[in-house]
């Protein structure tokens, strides 16, 4: 079975501070890809990063930072220097075997001014 | 016009109402999705498109029902829906199918949906 589990909510912080949004998966298939999207107001899902799980490689974009953890089974997102314009619903997704791709329940994070 | 277009974006129907949701993609995609997204719950599969054939229907209640005239079209019929099937309706397309792919996805800004 495939499932994804976004712990947290919700998070409000304070513009810069850092946050880490936590992903954890569960899935029997040895190549799977692991996603992250963003959901601003404006309602549709951006896509912000796809690894795949031979890769364990941390990614950084800008602000941006994703930490693979296989041994944990975690694919946690952190925001440096968080901005109000960071404020939306973020989701955690999975696709692996023959099965679509399923998302968390999201962590909805709100930046402060 | 570029992404996945959605409409309407806000749609308030009585239960005895028929509606159609319409879905866009200007992406050349060959695979297309509704999801179903109500509040604190995670986004909920219904139906999927691949080529134009539906692969996959995840026991969604028959008063939904979907259609796709063309790779690039999406529809998604109601009628006779009840007040808990208020929620977002989100569309998106990725160029294939992503079972157990790396394909990501393209949605729609989706439609509100109210049932009264």
């Known amino acids: 079975a495939q499932k994804v589990t976004q712990a947290q909510t919700e998070i409000s912080v304070v513009e810069k501070e850092d946050v880490t949004l936590d992903c954890v998966y569960e899935?029997?298939?040895?190549?799977?890809?692991l996603f992250w999207y963003k959901q601003p107001p404006s309602g549709e899902l951006v896509f912000l990063i796809r690894?795949?799980?031979?890769?364990?490689q941390n990614e950084i974009s800008g602000r941006y930072s994703w930490n693979f953890q296989k041994s944990t089974s975690s694919f946690n997102f952190t925001i440096t220097a968080s901005q109000v314009v960071d404020s939306a619903v973020y989701f955690c997704?999975?696709?692996?075997?023959?099965?679509?791709?399923?998302f968390g329940a999201g962590t909805r994070l709100t930046v402060k001014p | 016009e570029t992404g996945v277009t959605q409409t309407p974006r806000h749609l308030v129907m009585g239960m005895t109402n028929k509606k159609s949701l319409k879905c866009e993609q200007h992406l050349g995609h060959n695979a297309m999705y509704w999801y179903k997204q109500s509040a604190k719950k995670p986004l909920e599969l219904m139906f999927v498109?691949?080529?134009?054939?539906?692969?996959e229907n995840n026991s969604v209640p028959s008063r939904f029902s979907p259609e796709c005239p063309n790779s690039s079209h999406l529809f998604l019929h109601l009628h006779t829906l009840q007040p808990e099937d208020s929620a977002l309706y989100l569309c998106a397309s990725s160029q294939d199918r992503w079972v157990g792919g790396s394909t990501e996805a393209f949605f729609g800004q989706g439609t509100r949906l109210t049932v009264v």
């Open positions: 899935t029997r298939d040895t190549t799977y890809y």
């Open positions: 997704a999975l696709s692996a075997g023959n099965n679509d791709m399923r």
């Open positions: 498109y691949s080529l134009e054939e539906r692969v």
């Open positions: 690894r795949n799980s031979f890769d364990e």
